[in-house]
């Protein structure tokens, strides 16, 4: 189940850029000081769609390899229908889904505090 939320320091990075949604997680920071909400990744691609316009496209990219990479695209959509712009194009083929989920995760909050 904990390949489904984001790590640590994408919770904290998160929280950072105003991410305050309910979580089904958390974790203690600085030993009582508070919580820290953990969210699952999903929620966050949706925080970054509805907050921020960005997309994200996953795909599995098999073309003459002996084994299938993952890969995944960001893009930014305009408001007001004339999109999509593409931000980045990362073509680093991850050997599971869930490390392509997280590097995408640390390079919205790089693209995000970017701003």
Known sequence: MEEHF???????ALKELGFNEPCM????????????QIPLK?????????????WVTFEYD?????????????????RYGIGPLFLTN?????????EAESACIDKLIEIVKAK
Do not use: P
């Open 62 to 78: 098999d073309c003459d390899c002996v084994e299938a990479n993952v890969c995944w695209y960001v893009g930014k959509c305009f």
């Open 42 to 54: 999903s929620q966050v691609f949706k925080w970054f769609r509805e907050e921020h316009g960005i």
């Open 90 to 98: 990362e073509l680093n083929d991850f050997k599971t889904y869930e």
């Open 6 to 12: 984001v790590n640590y320091n994408q919770a904290l």
């Open 25 to 36: 997680s958390s974790r203690d920071m600085n030993n009582g000081e508070g919580l820290i």
